[in-house]
């Protein structure tokens, strides 16, 4: 046997495993049967599954099923993977074993070899009294962890998207109060259209995203149902009655969420519904993003061939032949992560739609994306809001010199006129590059007092009729 490995066990026999690594055999089988992306867990995956194996380890010693001696250490060990401790030993690649066995048994013989140490013994030693499958998983399955610790995971993510997206929303409001008085063109189909404020784009994109909020808000509220307890089937074989209840209690505690019984143990481990839910708030919040994105990179385009109605901060150069070209980059990379995180969502719902009888096989690659979603979204997020969004400048002088171009201000008239003669005139003044007052008081239509009353643009942009009383 080479210097720097040991013997580690299971039921298939003897493995060798590296001196330090505090891994045993199914991982290191786990090593060498899944070299397919070179990529190892998420963090949320890791707390979780370590925050499960902490309270087990407690409602177990508590319920007389583990020996006080050997619950300690483990509580000790969980304890430190939770705090973030060990990372570099949890090497298991998201494309594995069905259901998640080879991750959870990463996380079962890391905290087992690592209360080993606690108590004392070398990794190497054979008479090691903590069991990876007796003690750490005491009570427990893959079957009901993984579904436990997807949820568990998502729920201790929500909270900083929530809060990058909060910083967002902020941006948002701030440039729509800012804004308020910078009158432009509204554009619909592309082509122009009645006169808006550009504060009142940007105060629907706020709205937009306080939306968007509220969903994911509700998707993670059903996460958290779980139904840790129901270990191989739903059946809860081989764990104490009060198990169930006393886990869902202690995890509360311990992740600081209120978590509660799923009510049906077996539809926990058949049904990946909530977390495909949650996936599809995700979803929907990358379609408002890629949109307001997309607003963004038309209302900056140009400058000299473009709308060029607001500026944004320069963060970089833009092009590596061209001098002086900068690139709507912040709005790009959204683009690209909305597209990824979509990507990921497609992943989600068929890995979900993928379950058998008691239980879905695709969990791992659920687990993963889910993870991997919230993971970009909370940077581009927070890079979106503090690279683009804060630093945008308005342009009002072009807003306006595209407004005053509008032939499409005939609308106001409409009540006057009709929208029959109304066209007309909208036709000559395009036609003819002339403005819509010009038009009518030259066809003497209305009034100047008249008519300038109605062709109000600030007031257009506060809806309403413009004619009669001055409504």
Known sequence: MPDNYRIERDSLGQMLVHVRALWGAQT???LQNFQISGMRPYPAFIWSMALIKRAAAEVNRELGLLDPR?????????????????????VVDPFQAGAGTSHHMNV????????????????????????????VNMSQSTNDTIPTAIRLGC???????????????????RKSTEFDGVLKSGRTHLQDAVPVRLGQEFGAYAQALRNDRERIEAAAERLRRVGIGGTAAG????????YHRMMVERLSALSAQKLRSSGNLFESMQSMADPADFSASLRTLTITLMRIANDIRLLASGPATGLDEIRLPVVQPGSSIMPGKVNPVMAEMMNMVCFHVQGCDVAVAMAAQSGQLELNVCMPVIAHNLFEMMHVLIGAVTAFAEKCVSGIEANAEKARAWLDRNA????ALNPVIGYL?????????????????????EKGLLPADELDRILDVRAMTEGGLRTGGGG
């Open 108 to 135: 079962n013989e890391v905290i087992a070899n690592r209360a080993n140490q606690i108590l004392g013994h070398a990794l190497d030693d054979p008479a090691k009294p903590v069991s990876a499958n007796d003690h």
């Open 421 to 441: 003669k109304g066209a007309e005139i909208a036709k000559e003044a395009m036609a003819t590059g002339r403005t819509i007052r010009e038009i009518v008081l």
């Open 70 to 90: 050997l619950a300690a250490p483990i509580i000790q060990a969980a304890q430190e993977v939770i705090e973030g401790r060990h990372r570099e030993h949890f």
């Open 155 to 173: 729920l201790w993510r929500t909270g900083d998207l929530l809060s990058a997206l909060d910083r967002l929303v902020d941006s948002m409001s």
């Open 235 to 242: 059946t809860g074989l081989n764990a104490h009655p009060d």
């Open 408 to 411: 499409i201000l005939i609308t």
């Open 28 to 30: 290191q089988r786990a």
